[in-house]
């Protein structure tokens, strides 16, 4: 086992590159602050992979990027050669907040995606129960929101995403608030999901197992400004359990790696975000 | 609790948690019950000792009436059908007002929240108008639009459109970003994101203002029949205050606390229809 650069695959079946990207914002009161810094990487069609580093790095402005939310202010990024603001590409995003709609119903909020799409009502609604099957949400489509737990919720979140098919699926820490349990189940229906249907993934955690356990690839990224420290191979077999990866062979040697990659930038982006608070 | 009651239909509940819950409804109903004998008894008591008082001569009726006195008034003026036509007046005056003052709080609310520019340009002078009294207003209406309800209507609409415009404003200020971002990233289009996320979030808003707004209405109305008119529930009270009659203005002000909560359970029942996602909390 090597635990070699995943990055050199050929150009062309990249489904996106960030080709020495960075981003800077100004606070509010006058400061530049660069969140992500001369980062390149690309990703191949049906990947999953994810990126660690610590809290408040700049994870989530990578996936914003993507998702068209903002844009990158060096380098460039290319979403299948277009910049993501004008791709066409369907793109679904996990949120780490809550991002169901408390006005619409558990069915409601899925076929969101689709009732953008102007999917006719009774195809929509046929997507969205078997979505709500899919997510173990059964009974539960004619609620509101408020009267799920945090877990559902997440289990909303995700069928809202899944429903309109969309090529890449950006999770920002979407278990991240859950209780262990909830989260083993939830991430072993991603990884079911995604070996029928091979969406390509970008996953943000800082649970290194979780990334391990669950992904393709692993990215480390580096205190804010967050650049890439290290881009990991992960040969795990598979179809895999999220629980049953921790006790595959190879599975500590890629978490003590990590770790080790990992620790100096903890360390770096408490001393960053204990000099702003 | 040996049995998880998530997703179990009623009815399939152990018989020993059956009797737990059934003793919880007493429970809960010997409260309900309670709260309204004390409700009765304190109101009662009240309307007892003030009857009470003017009986055996502590307070003259000519300054505080007497609960006996008031009913009868209330009896008279029904009864002939006196009423009616005032109170038809004051209501449509508080009811125009409220839907006029309301429809353009909402509509300009919106709009200058939409753009930081207006937002910016409109503020100072809506702050300006808003620490203003409003009623001192009332004069300037009656010489504009007249003594009749059109003036009251005005008047209204404009103490209500303040309290309605900034609670639009600030909600749709105060719409999470991330709901926002998500249904953008889901293909929706600006349009589409303000008609599913910020208008339904803003409608909280809204409602709270509009329960504040009815009180409003009516002090609007009543404040502007003081001022100027030729009927109407407030011109009833100016004629009784000309002839010292102590009787007729407090049964009109009892005529004004009842269609007070009319109008707030209709706009209540509206809030709990339109805002039936919202969690239930406990009264």
């Known amino acids: ?277 | 609790m040996t049995t998880s009651t998530q997703g179990n239909p009623a009815g399939s509940l152990p018989a020993e948690e059956e009797r737990l819950l059934a003793a919880d409804r007493v429970r809960q109903q010997q409260k309900a019950r309670q709260r309204t004998i004390d409700r009765i008894v304190v109101t009662a008591s009240l309307i007892g000792i003030w009857e009470f008082v003017v009986w055996i001569g502590w307070v003259h009726p000519f300054f505080v009436s007497r609960p006996s006195l008031i009913a009868i008034d209330l009896w008279k003026m029904f009864s002939t059908g006196f009423i009616f036509k005032h109170l038809a007046i004051t209501m449509w005056e508080a009811i125009a007002g409220l839907f006029i003052g309301a429809a353009l709080g909402i509509a300009t609310g919106f709009i200058a929240a939409l753009s930081q520019r207006v937002a910016d340009a409109l503020i100072p002078l809506i702050v300006a108008f808003n620490s203003m009294p409003r009623v001192a207003i009332a004069p300037l209406f009656v010489i504009w639009l007249g003594f009749g309800p059109s003036s009251k209507i005005g008047l209204v609409a404009l103490v209500v459109y303040f309290a309605v415009f900034f609670n639009t404003f600030s909600g749709m200020r105060s719409v999470d970003p991330v709901l926002t971002n998500s249904i953008r990233v889901m293909g929706a289009n600006r349009i589409q994101a303000l008609w599913m996320v910020s208008l339904p979030h803003t409608m909280a808003w809204v409602f709270a203002a509009m329960n504040t707004s009815i009180s409003l209405a009516l002090i609007g109305a009543v404040v502007g029949e003081f001022i100027g008119s030729t009927a109407g529930i407030g011109w009833i009270m100016v004629q009784a205050t000309g002839t010292l009659e102590t009787t007729r203005l407090f049964s009109t002000m009892i005529v004004l606390a009842f269609v007070g909560a009319g109008l707030f359970a209709i706009v209540n029942w509206t809030e709990q229809y339109v805002l039936r996602w919202r969690p239930r909390t406990a009264n």
């Not at chain 1, 509010?28 to 992500?36: E, F, M, N, R």
């Not at chain 1, 899944?162 to 090529?167: F, K, N, R, V």
């Not at chain 1, 629980?243 to 001393?271: H, N, S, V």
């Open chain 1, 1 to 277: 086992m090597s635990l070699v650069s995943a990055s050199n695959a050929a150009s062309g079946e990249f489904i996106f590159e960030f080709k020495h990207a960075g981003k800077s914002f100004i606070t509010s009161d006058g400061k530049v602050v660069t969140a992500l810094q001369d980062t390149t990487f690309s990703v191949r069609r049906g990947d999953f992979v994810a990126i660690v580093g610590p809290s408040g790095c700049g994870k989530t402005t990578t996936l914003n990027i993507l998702a068209g939310l903002t844009e990158a202010t060096s380098g460039s990024v290319l979403l299948e050669g277009k910049r993501p603001g004008e791709s066409k590409l369907d793109i679904g995003y996990v949120f780490q907040q809550d991002s169901v709609l408390p006005w619409r119903k558990v069915l409601d909020n899925v076929e969101l995606g689709l009732v953008l799409r102007n999917v006719p009502k009774d195809k929509r609604r046929a997507k969205a129960e078997a979505l709500v099957r899919m997510t173990g949400l059964q009974g539960f489509g004619n609620s509101y929101p408020a009267e799920l737990s945090g877990g559902m919720r997440k289990r909303v979140a995700l069928a809202m995403t899944l429903a309109y098919d969309p090529s890449i699926l950006l999770m920002d820490e979407p278990f991240g608030a859950l209780d262990a349990q909830t989260r083993m189940v939830l991430q072993d229906e991603l990884l079911r999901i995604w070996n029928e249907q091979k969406q390509t993934i970008l996953f943000v955690t800082h649970d290194i197992a979780e990334a391990i356990a669950l992904a393709d690839r692993v990215i480390v990224m580096t205190a804010r400004p967050a650049r890439i420290k290290n881009d990991y191979a992960i040969s795990l077999p598979r179809p895999r359990g999220a629980a049953e990866a921790r006790f595959q062979p190879g599975f500590d040697e890629y978490y003590k790696a990590i770790w080790e990659d990992l620790r100096p930038e903890i360390d770096a982006q408490r001393q960053i975000s204990g000099g702003n608070a």
